[in-house]
Nanobody, 117 residues
Framework: EVQLVESGGGLVQPGGSLRLSCAAS????????MSWVRQAPGKGLEWVSA????????YYAESMKGRFTISRDNAKNTLYLQVNSLKSEDTAAYYC??????????WGQGTQVTVSS
């Protein structure tokens, strides 16, 4: 059974940082690209970032470039998202997803990031 479990969210002040993690199990993690998406309150899903199976290629939504860093540790079956210089508009539930041919087929339950003073 595929499982994706996010963690690391929380309440942070504007300008702060968090490191989100996604623990994967039930599939060959190092065979698949992975991504992060987010959903702000009352809004639709927004793609954040993606990473190739070996971590050599990374992709970001324009508004996240320079502030967010995606990475993975295939030995630990874990995906990460380092989020820096957080803004109030980054408040959202963040989800990791397994990618197949560029499409998400499994999602985690999400971790909440709230940016507020």
């Amino acid at each position: 059974e595929v499982q994706l479990v996010e963690s690391g969210g929380g309440l942070v002040q504007p300008g702060g940082s968090l490191r989100l993690s996604c623990a994967a199990s039930g599939f060959a993690f190092d065979d698949y690209a992975m991504s992060w998406v987010r959903q702000a309150p009352g809004k639709g899903l927004e793609w954040v970032s993606a990473i190739s199976w070996n971590g050599r290629s990374t992709y970001y939504a324009e508004s996240m470039k320079g502030r967010f860093t995606i990475s993975r540790d295939n030995a630990k079956n874990t995906l990460y998202l380092q989020v820096n210089s957080l803004k109030s508009e980054d408040t959202a539930a963040y989800y990791c997803a397994k990618l197949v041919a560029g499409t998400s087929d499994y999602w985690g339950q999400g971790t909440q990031v709230t940016v507020s003073s």
